[in-house]
């Protein structure tokens, strides 16, 4: 042991690049390194440092630091960094020994020193103090129901306003008897609410609560600290654990509500959806502090993929924090409780974490509370994660982590208070891993000693947070042991009243200026979907968005391919008149931007665009600074929002679809980098986009933007598997497009914000046709006429067509080119530019005009792949024959001439 060394101890070389930063600059060191240096550098008249970097020991000088004393800062510092490891924060077993490396031999240190004074003491705030004392401190702070895990948080005014918040605050925090007795009356809620459930709904799912009902009183102190700093507003997204239980006890939802949804006796009402179990739904509310501040809450709804809900809860803190509170991030906060396997389990945890200080993303720090229970449904935690905690994702962002004892509920009232005041005052995330139990098996019908036998032989003999807290407020003389009985009789009353249909009075829920916004949209008809609204705009708005994009600051110096690329916009809008892919689709964000909407665009390199077509942000050759064209229209009212994401799909898209539940003003839009590329954020797609409306009745306008077309580029970036989003279009729920012009892209863009609706806009958008010299339109399509559902082939004459070709997308120009080139006239080409809801009036219309003609579906994509089986379903009128490649189980081909050879056998059968 005389050999071991850490980084902190008195190792020469450490202590000499320490000194080496102290000297450069003071401030970057640890402050008790800080002091240390100090008084050395004092005493270096007498005790000067060595050549070979080793300090002297001046033990018999008043004014040295001695050996000792190193060694005790070194304890010191120890604890400050692994004593968590130590504290005891296990309420039903005993901790894992995962060395923490504190025994006094580590340090050179015994028993005989204990007795010894040490200037040290002052480093912790007790003065000049024996070890002894030091370390009964140490102990006292460090090791008790609370495990703080924070020095690796680099930031030095957060690290030392963590210090003297847990070194000072904690020792002197001592609730009033107030406080105790509203923290005991929480207590009291959450475990006779869930005992209450227990023996009236006997086997019935509820993801019961017990064993972490601590969450109660943990979520109130929240909401209450951050009233009292100025929140005005908080968003919860939370699993199907304790659900039931916060919307009563926190949201102040009825219990008359809740008990019919248990009684079966909520009517569903099927015309405004299919709904969702009670343990999924979202609810809001508005409620009052004990200090009289008025708070809004919301719980988002969710599906049962666990942390899926986390950047949904994200996007929507930061649509409202851009809104309805001008960016002041302090007065809207997100909290996200987390199950232990969960947030170990799922890499959305870390893509959101990751996110959070993007300047894209930010929302001003999350709260993050994990209800430990310590078993993912029946798997230990030896089995659920490699890292010691599950919370040691937080690293990644030096954000700070408080491991606390459930069944100390002052204890956990102290972290999350002290979580508040650190979120509200730097805007970062911070960490609350209650350590706690599961009482029941993952759900009430489950037996949990099929796997852990052990544990919970344990936990059936334990008492709950309440009997534990309640017996120790006793011991304190804090209450009289009759008030704990009478509350839990009184509030047995209460339920029992409400369950026999006694109401209840809320208050009286006044809605947001957005929430106001959502109200005056209606739901969609089925006649809405027959044509598309005028989405026109005046040449005014034109020519400001040109110029807008066409003019540079000032002394601004753009690349040379910049330059070109201005001279052709400028053509464009003022010379020919003829606009390409990205002229009509800048033309579209530039008049919402006029209109006074809010248009927000993300995804992996979207200001450039993955195909280079975009360039809506322009950098200075020399100094590389940005410039956002959309930003400077005259008269726009909002900036052009535009972000390159992260490298991720599944978080990023959650976050967009969040932002656009928010505001229904805001044209929300997530670009795919390639449209197989959204494969990673299916569960988005699957659990959210496309059933929200009919699980939750909350519309949403997201759009996405899935670059697709077979062009030889291999399976992994041809095809945005458009199948995937057909097979789940049902009841107009969403769009489904693939759209061949300028024009129309244009017109769906604008229709998005046009409609009295909100929908899901789904875009196969194209590659190669960016720079395709046919896929362009003329200027006056955009100041007039609406979005085309189907565009008819007005090269040809009914009477001499003998075979009409319905297509999607990038092929048409394929066909198109082969008709040209063949002086075809017998072949008429129909774009279908929305799959759903398929257009079968329109198509209709135009096919009766070819009686004698055969008709084909085209489609590039393999047969079993793309448009057909759905075109089949949704269009059964006409008997249409399928041309396409063969059934595959990849999307392409990887070889180019392989790719050229099955493209030119389409078109062939095509004019055959």
């Not at 001695?66 to 504290?87: C, F, G, M, P, W």
């Not at 988002?300 to 942390?307: G, K, Y």
């Not at 391919?561 to 990205?582: G, S």
């Not at 300028?742 to 229709?751: G, K, M, Q, W, Y």
């Amino acid at each position: 042991m005389d050999n071991y060394t850490y980084l902190s101890n008195a190792d020469p070389k450490a202590l000499e690049g320490l000194y080496q930063q102290y000297q450069s600059n003071p401030e970057s060191v640890d402050e008790g390194w800080r002091k240390f240096f100090e008084g050395f550098e004092f005493a270096q008249g007498d005790y000067p440092m060595l050549p070979n970097g080793q300090a002297t020991s001046p033990s018999s000088s008043s004014s040295g630091i001695s050996d000792k004393e190193v060694q005790v800062r070194n304890l010191i510092h120890a604890y400050r960094t692994r004593a968590h490891l130590r504290s005891k924060t296990n309420p039903v077993r005993e901790r894992k020994d995962r060395k923490p490396i504190l025994d006094l031999q580590y340090f050179n240190l015994s028993d005989a020193d204990l007795d010894t004074e040490f200037i040290s003491g002052e480093e912790i705030g007790i003065g000049k103090a024996t070890l002894r004392k030091i370390i009964e401190t140490l102990k006292y702070i460090y090791e008790g129901t609370v495990g703080f895990e924070y020095m690796s948080v680099r930031d030095p005014e957060q690290l030392k306003w963590l210090r003297e918040k847990i070194e000072k605050d904690a020792l002197s925090f001592n609730p009033s008897t107030d406080q105790r007795k509203r923290i005991l009356s929480k207590l009291n809620e959450a475990v006779v609410f869930e005992n209450f459930l227990h023996t009236k709904y006997l086997g019935q799912k509820r993801f019961s609560l017990e064993g972490g009902e601590t969450t109660i009183p943990a979520l109130d102190a929240i909401i209450n600290k951050g009233a009292e700093l100025g929140l005005e507003e908080v968003m919860i997204g939370m699993a199907h654990r304790g659900r039931l239980n916060v919307l009563a006890n926190i949201m102040g939802k009825t219990y008359e509500q809740i008990f019919n949804e248990f009684e079966g006796g909520a009517t569903p009402d099927l015309t405004m959806g299919d709904g969702d179990v009670k343990y999924h739904l979202g609810f809001s509310s508005q409620i009052e502090t004990p200090n009289g501040k008025k708070i809004e809450l919301k719980l988002a709804p969710n599906p049962s993929h666990l942390e899926a809900v986390n950047p949904v809860v994200e996007g929507f803190v930061r649509a409202k924090g851009d809104e309805e509170y001008n960016r002041d991030r302090s007065k809207v906060m997100p909290i996200l409780i987390h199950g232990d396997a969960a947030a170990a389990g799922q890499g959305i945890m870390y893509e959101v974490v990751q996110m959070s200080n993007l300047d894209g993303y930010f929302t001003g720090g999350t709260i993050h509370f994990i209800i430990n229970n310590q078993v993912g449904f029946t798997t230990d935690f030896d089995d659920a994660r490699s890292s010691i905690y599950s919370t040691d994702v937080a690293k990644i962002i030096d954000a700070p982590v408080l491991h606390v004892n459930g069944d100390d509920p002052e204890a956990v009232v102290f972290c999350v208070q002290f979580a508040v005041e650190y979120r509200q005052k730097f805007n970062k995330d911070i960490f609350v891993d209650m350590v706690c139990y599961r009482r029941h098996g993952h759900n009430e019908s489950d037996e949990p000693k099929f796997t852990q036998p052990s544990l919970y032989n344990l936990i059936s003999k334990h008492p709950n947070p309440r009997e534990v807290y309640n017996k120790k407020l006793i011991e304190k003389g804090e209450v009289e042991a009759a008030l704990a009985k009478n509350m839990d009789k009184e509030f047995r009353a209460t339920l029992q009243d409400r369950l026999n249909m006694v109401k209840q009075k809320p208050l009286p829920y006044t809605y947001q200026p957005l929430e106001e916004e959502w109200r005056n949209l209606r739901r969609a008809t089925p006649e809405d979907f027959e044509s598309s609204p005028e989405t026109g705009i005046s040449e005014e708005t034109i020519q400001k968005v040109a110029k807008a994009l066409t003019s540079i600051p000032s002394g601004f110096k753009p690349i040379k391919q910049i330059e070109k690329q201005l001279k052709q916009r400028k053509d464009m809008f003022f010379k020919d008149k003829m606009l390409n892919w990205a002229g009509g689709e800048l033309l579209a964000y530039g008049s919402l931007l006029v209109d006074g909407k809010k248009v927000r665009l993300t995804g992996q390199d979207v200001q450039r665009g993955t195909f280079s077509h975009r360039h809506a942000v322009l950098r200075d050759l020399n100094t590389n600074e940005a410039h956002n064209s959309l930003n400077h229209i005259e008269g726009a009212v909002n900036d052009f929002e535009i972000y390159n994401s992260l490298l991720s799909e599944f978080g990023v898209m959650g976050f967009e679809f969040g932002y656009a539940m928010a505001n229904p003003n805001a044209l929300t839009i997530w670009e795919a980098q390639f449209g197989d590329f959204a494969n990673g954020a299916q569960v988005m797609i699957d659990q959210f986009l496309s059933c929200s409306e009919t699980k939750w009745q909350r519309m949403n306008g997201l759009v996405l933007l899935l670059p697709h077309g077979y062009e030889g580029q291999g399976p992994e970036h041809s095809n945005a598997r458009p199948e995937r989003y057909l097979q789940l279009s049902a009841e107009y729920n969403m769009i489904v497009a693939n759209i061949t012009s300028p024009a129309n892209f244009f017109h769906a863009l604008r229709r998005q914000m046009t409609w009295e609706f909100r929908k899901p806009l789904i875009v196969m958008s194209p590659k190669s046709l960016l720079r395709n010299p046919k896929a362009v339109s003329p200027l006056d399509d955009f100041t007039k006429g609406s979005f085309q559902e189907v565009i008819p082939d007005t090269s040809v004459t009914a009477r001499s067509v003998k075979r009409v070709i319905l297509c999607s997308g990038k092929v048409y120009f394929d066909l198109l080119d082969r008709k040209e080139k063949d002086k075809r006239k017998d072949v008429a080409i129909i774009r279908i530019e929305q799959l759903h809801p398929f257009p079968v009036a329109q198509v209709n219309k135009i096919l009766d005009k070819f009686k004698n003609a055969e008709y084909v579906w085209l489609q590039e994509e393999p047969e079993n792949m793309g448009y057909w089986n759905f075109i089949q379903r949704a269009y059964p009128e006409r008997q249409l024959t399928l041309i396409s490649r063969k059934a595959s189980a990849s999307p392409a081909t990887g070889y180019a001439k392989v790719h050229a050879t099955e493209q030119e056998e389409i078109i062939n059968k095509a004019f055959a």
